[in-house]
């Protein structure tokens, strides 16, 4: 079954930085976009980043445009997310999964069940606070 292991999660104060990791196990990650999501306690997943599977364009939740970037290598079927000037509020679960394109990442309808693949890896967590 196709999915993704996330890592990377930890405890930070507010304005330290995070680097996450999205491994991708039984399939290749060239021919998907791939994009982060996360969920906090008490509220609705929501999308983060994508980076596309041709251009690697990216694309990014406005919450965290300017402090996050997304990045792959595909060669070690790899998707990173890094995440500087933290948040109380970028705390939560982080989630990645496979996208047929960026052009679906707004649309919740299609990876609220886990994106391409149908299902969502164990996430990893981010806890900001001093």
């Known amino acids: 079954q196709p999915h993704f292991v996330e890592s990377g999660g930890g405890s930070v104060q507010p304005g330290g930085s995070l680097r996450l990791s999205c491994a991708a196990s039984?399939?290749?990650?060239?021919?998907?976009?791939v994009a982060w999501f996360r969920q906090a306690p008490g509220k609705e997943r929501e999308g983060v980043s994508c980076i596309s599977s041709s251009s690697g364009s990216t694309d990014y939740a406005d919450s965290v445009k300017g402090r996050f970037t997304i990045s792959r290598d595909n060669a070690k079927n790899t998707v990173d997310l890094q995440m500087n000037s933290l948040k109380p509020e970028d705390a939560a679960v982080y989630y990645c999964a496979a996208l047929s394109s960026c052009s679906m990442f707004g649309s919740s309808w299609y990876w609220s069940l886990g994106g391409y693949f149908g299902s969502w890896g164990q996430g990893t967590q981010v806890t900001v606070s001093s």
């Open positions: 039984g399939f290749t990650t060239d021919y998907y976009a």
